[in-house]
């Protein structure tokens, strides 16, 4: 979705400001939400991508004045009140009053934790050969769909070239909807500033994104 | 999702969401969903166990060990998976590696995809709107926001992270360590510099 987390390129927002000795939470309840996310997904309440998907679906104007854990709680509630994991009746109340919903995995129990502390799996195997190998000329593909996508709007329409190829790994377009996991080729293209920006970008920079197969056509 | 988002101008912002952070996890708990200690336990790793220092050995490894960065930048994933000390790692950790010729740096435009097992959580500029909006656009105006200068005739490398891949940067090893032990090395690798928004720590320098 076009949606205002798609910031790359993006003027106005200021200077960036590094906070010297920065604390791993500013607020109790920021560990609180994180640890919330961690355990709800291990447990099978939602993946990754669908969890993403929430929080840009956030409206604009809440989306830019929240902060990082703001949005991480907004989208969590909202994504657990969709699936039908709480009520809108247990948030009045305060408390569950509405019976629970299975959880795919199970509670997360303590000594589960050590296993959320590393990545999941994402690469799957292949279904069909890649189309691109490295250094071909490839062309972000213009698409705009209102769902979730992992293709950033600053490149789509250019051409780069193929730098990496990573394999084929689960597909986030298709499983932020819940459509499977549709796994893609995935590579990592290499612009040009100059041919991103114009004559407005750095012509010493270059700029990569993780692009998947069904983003790129050939150039 | 207008209630949801209703705003009690009676409260501060911070106290509400405190308010509603309390009640979502008395709900998932009272539904058998979550077990407060384990999200304690989620916290307590997050505070004490992962960090920059995993990814600082990492990186004073491959300063030391030529056939280890070999293998580290061929498959960071699994030769830092060899290294018993260091904290465990997910799958496609690509290490960038920083030459007189090229300065990497990481963002995630899109949210705040960041190689948490190596740097832990992100710092809170990362996942900001300045640093995603511009790093892709005017990177070596961020770099001045850091105060980081890099040569004009040294290629600026960005690497957006837009999906299950993380990038760590493996800087360049600062002069003057000539025999210096791993250990006295990594006290030298910043959190930044293994994001692309600073260099190693000079010998010397205080910390």
């Known amino acids: 979705m076009n949606g205002v987390h798609d910031m790359g390129g993006m003027d106005g927002f200021g200077k960036v400001e590094p906070e010297p000795n920065e604390p791993t939470f500013h607020a109790g309840w920021e560990a609180r939400v994180l640890a ?35 949005k991480w709680f907004l989208g969590l509630e909202e994504m657990l009140l969709a699936k039908g994991y709480i009520a809108k009746e247990d948030v009045a109340a305060g408390h569950a009053v ?8 199970g509670k997360l129990g303590v000594g589960d934790v050590e296993r959320t502390m590393v990545r999941g799996k994402f690469a799957r195997p292949a279904l069909a050969p890649a189309k691109f190998k490295i250094g071909d000329r490839v062309r972000a593909r213009n698409i705009h769909p209102a769902t979730h996508t992992r293709l950033p709007r600053y490149v789509r329409g250019h051409v780069g070239v193929v730098e990496l190829n990573h394999g084929c790994h689960v597909f986030p ?28 970008g750095d012509p010493t920079s270059k700029i990569s994104i993780d692009a998947f197969e069904p983003y790129l056509d050939p150039a | 999702m207008s209630d949801l988002h209703h705003h009690d101008h009676d409260h501060s912002e911070l106290s509400e969401t405190e308010l509603r952070v309390r009640v979502l996890e008395t709900i998932l708990t009272e539904k058998g969903y979550v077990e407060p200690a384990a999200l304690d336990a989620i916290i307590q790793a997050y505070e004490t166990k992962i960090g920059p220092h995993n990814g600082a050995r990492v990186v004073a490894k491959a300063w030391t060990d030529p056939a280890f960065k ?3 930048l061929e498959d960071g994933s699994k030769a830092i998976g060899t290294l018993g000390h260091v904290s465990r790692v997910g799958d496609h950790l690509v290490v960038i590696e920083n030459t007189p010729q090229r300065h990497n740096m990481v963002v995630c435009t899109l949210c705040s995809c960041y190689p948490w097992e190596m740097l832990g959580l992100p710092p809170v500029w990362y996942k900001a709107a300045p640093y995603r909006s511009r790093a892709v656009k ?8 850091f105060g980081v ?38 006290e030298l690798v910043t959190r930044d510099s293994m994001i692309g928004t600073g260099f190693p720590k000079k010998p010397g320098a205080p910390s």
């Open chain 1, 36 to 70: 919330m996310v961690r355990a709800m997904g291990a447990a099978g309440a939602f993946n990754i991508d669908t969890s993403r998907f929430y929080r840009e679906t956030l409206p604009p104007h809440v989306y830019l004045s929240s902060s990082y854990y703001q």
């Open chain 1, 98 to 105: 509405q019976p629970a919903k299975p959880l795919k995995h």
């Open chain 1, 173 to 200: 377009d298709s499983a932020a909807m819940e459509l499977g996991e549709n796994p893609q080729w995935l590579y990592t293209v290499v612009f040009e500033g100059r041919d991103l920006w114009g004559a407005d």
């Open chain 2, 70 to 72: 070999t293998a580290l």
């Open chain 2, 138 to 145: 005017d990177p070596r105006g961020v770099l001045a926001d």
């Open chain 2, 149 to 186: 200068t890099v040569p004009t005739d040294t290629e600026i490398r960005v690497w957006d992270s837009t999906a299950e891949t993380r990038f760590l940067v493996l800087p360049m090893r600062p002069e003057g360590t000539e025999g210096w032990s791993e250990e006295q090395l990594a």
